[in-house]
């Protein structure tokens, strides 16, 4: 059986960190999705689709995952890019640049040529 061990993102919905310092073991899906029947709704005959458990380390998953004996995959964790920002960077003034003034005359010059 195989596994992914992953650290999740954090919720685009809120500017907090919770619930994403911990690593996530979650089952890859050994049967397809279909629409029912009867509700049209979807549905899977495998129910560890359902399942994914929660683990403070990376270690643990990965002990877990040798223990059951099952194949585990990581993918590339990524890094959260922060750059320091405060209030007052909102009205700052930027002086502008001349390069780009530049690039807008000739975009607007070849468009009247054609």
Do not use: C
């Not at 089952?27 to 005959?45: H, I, Q, V």
């Not at 920002?85 to 930027?94: A, C, E, I, L, T």
């Amino acid at each position: 059986m195989k596994v992914f061990i992953y650290k999740p993102a954090k919720s685009a919905m809120q500017s907090g960190h919770g619930k994403s310092n911990q690593w996530v073991l979650e089952y890859e899906p050994t049967s397809k999705r279909a629409p029912e029947d009867l509700m049209g709704w979807t549905s899977s005959s495998d129910t560890l689709n359902q399942v994914k458990l929660k683990f403070d380390t990376q270690a643990e998953a990965i002990e877990f995952a040798k223990k059951k004996g099952w194949q585990y995959m990581l993918p590339p964790a990524h890094k959260r890019k922060s750059r320091p920002r405060s209030y007052m960077d909102n009205f700052k003034y930027v002086p502008p640049n001349t390069a780009a003034k530049t690039e807008k005359k000739t975009k607007t010059s070849s468009k009247t040529e054609a």
